[in-house]
């Protein structure tokens, strides 16, 4: 449907839909725009972060204003480029331990489960310094359920009571997450200050200790929570669209594989080798374009009047930017059906700024972002250097589905193999 809007009515096109006024912006130059310059004008779609804020309490990614801007100034440090890299080495001892135990051949290895529980021990070790054992197949099926319950909420005006008898399966996947992250924080909390590791749990605790008003335990766990959930889910679900880009793309993956045994050898990934695994990284900035992990969070309510452009939007509109109709657009990535990761050479790119938004733009832009592209180029080179991947025989291409964040419609299984000399 947006596409047909666009079609017919060019790049900003408001439509009547009551009781709302929709907006969409779909023109690179307006989106910054609207995301940069106005963004104080605006909030997130109320009803999103409703269904939202019933998992993540009132966190960064729900909270807005003054609230937003104390929660986001207080995390940003820890979500840094220098932080990032930092990590690592920690990341690097995760994939290598569960890659240990994936076979060196498989005809149709569940790729997505495995790269979900590594995304899952990745952030677990960045917020809490542990990983997660036995518990992950329950964890990412409680996350699963409380997607679909999610996703299926958000488009309806009001969400039911926990208790309704339906709602069973959402009622104990929540207290699940709520168990995991709360024996994190009592365990913690049970220990003298000088024994806690250096992790994000901790740095929050100290919040908490200098200004308990402002930092009070429920907020600590909030952000515990936010962290947690859009911090593996996103890379999970990126990570699997890569390996199926890489089953798709032979080309490509024999590219990236190459420059990954140049790079490394047989050496395990460090902070210096990240700037030299480029073309590594241009495979997944190329998957993400592709396939944007959350373009549910594009979607923005005006506060006040919002210039945009030739005109003057009033208070109240439902401006949306469709991520995955600009990441298509032929205008600004020629053949977008195509996965070509050289267009984000730096050498060659023509990309308009606004054009690509994986991470979205503006000061909402993901914290997480500079940890997600460290880790998946981390988890990319050590995969690529041990396993080629392709498609089962007989494999039908996964659709995407929107399940809070974009996923393939049916868990991903892909055939690994030794990969050539
Ligand atoms: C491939 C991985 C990821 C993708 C594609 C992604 C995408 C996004 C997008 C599109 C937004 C909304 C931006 C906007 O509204 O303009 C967002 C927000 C956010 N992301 Fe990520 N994300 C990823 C990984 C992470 C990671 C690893 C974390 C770590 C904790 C994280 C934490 C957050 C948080 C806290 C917000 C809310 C920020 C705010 O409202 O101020 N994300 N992400």
Redesign the pocket.
């Known amino acids: 449907m947006l596409a047909q809007w666009q079609r017919e009515h060019g790049d900003v096109v408001h439509a009547r839909i009551r009781p709302e006024h929709f907006v969409m912006v779909s023109d690179p130059e307006r989106v910054r725009e609207l995301?940069v310059a106005n963004h104080d004008g605006l909030i997130?779609w109320e009803r999103g972060m409703r269904v939202f804020s019933r998992i993540h309490g009132h966190?960064?990614?729900i909270a807005e204003g003054e609230a937003?801007h104390g929660k986001?100034h207080t995390?940003q440090a820890n979500?840094s480029r220098s932080e990032a890299l930092a990590f690592v080495p920690a990341i690097t001892a995760a994939a290598e331990r569960a890659m240990a135990r994936w076979p060196a051949r498989s005809e149709a290895w569940p790729i997505e489960d495995e790269l979900t529980s590594l995304a899952m021990t990745v952030?677990l070790h960045m917020v809490f310094s542990e990983g997660i054992g036995e518990e992950a197949l329950s964890v990412a099926r409680a996350v699963r359920v409380l997607g679909e319950a999610a996703n299926k909420d958000m488009f309806l005006p009001a969400s039911g009571p926990d208790w309704l008898p339906w709602k069973r399966a959402r009622r104990q996947s929540l207290a699940l997450l709520n168990g995991l992250i709360g024996r994190h924080v009592a365990a913690r909390l049970a220990l003298p200050r000088d024994a806690w590791p250096d992790d994000l749990l901790s740095r929050l605790l100290d919040q908490h200790r200098l200004d308990a008003a402002a930092w009070p335990l429920r907020a600590v766990r909030d952000e515990c929570m936010?962290?947690f959930l859009?911090?593996?889910d996103?890379?999970a679900?990126?990570l699997t669209w890569w390996t199926w880009c890489m089953a798709a793309n032979p080309d490509a993956q024999a590219a990236a594989r190459e420059e990954v045994n140049r790079v490394l050898g047989e050496a395990a990934p460090t902070a210096g080798h990240l700037a030299s695994l480029a073309c590594v990284r241009r495979t997944l900035q190329e998957t993400?374009r592709l396939y944007?992990?959350?373009p549910v969070?594009?979607s923005r309510r005006s506060t006040r009047p919002v210039a945009l452009g030739p005109w003057l939007l009033p208070e109240g509109v439902m401006f949306t930017v469709p991520v995955q109709l600009i990441h298509h657009d032929p205008r600004w990535f020629p053949e977008p059906g195509v996965f070509r990761p050289e267009r984000f050479d730096p050498a060659v790119t023509t990309i308009p700024h606004g054009a690509y938004?994986?991470?979205?733009?503006?000061p909402?832009?993901?914290?997480?972002?500079h940890?997600?592209l460290t880790?998946?180029t981390v988890v990319a080179a050590l995969l690529l250097r041990r396993w080629a991947v392709s498609a089962p025989e007989g494999m039908v291409p996964p659709r995407a589905v929107m399940n809070v964040t974009l996923k393939p419609d049916r868990p991903l299984r892909l055939r690994l193999s030794v990969p050539p000399a």
């Open positions: 995301l997130r966190s960064v990614l937003w986001r995390l979500f952030i936010t962290a859009a911090g593996h996103t890379v679900a990126t993400m944007p992990a959350a969070l594009f938004l994986p991470f979205g733009a503006g909402r832009v993901c914290l997480g972002q940890l997600a880790e998946m």
